[in-house]
């Protein structure tokens, strides 16, 4: 790879952020729209029936979408920062130097 020390490989970052994104995307989407499969009716009803002793009226089932909506988000933000710093790591501040002679 030709970077300078302490240059951030841009083009490959981004494309790991965008992948963060697209996978927190998906992910988040596939929370609020779920595809059903076989047994998770029965896990599910086992979720809802199990209550933790919390301080909370809640269910295993609504800690689990509430986690898996979390690190969906997450997932997002993680995405949005890395492409924060490869713009700001793109701009002129780290472009190498003119050579003197």
Known sequence: MNTAPGRVPSRAT?????????????HLLGSFLPIPFDGEAAARRAMRA???????RSDFELLFDARSQVMSIMFIAFGAITLAVVAKAAGPATQEPAHRE
Request: charged share 10%.
């Open 14 to 26: 981004a494309v790991g952020a965008w992948s963060a994104i697209t996978t927190g995307a998906v």
């Open 50 to 56: 199990a209550r933790p002793d919390l301080g909370l």
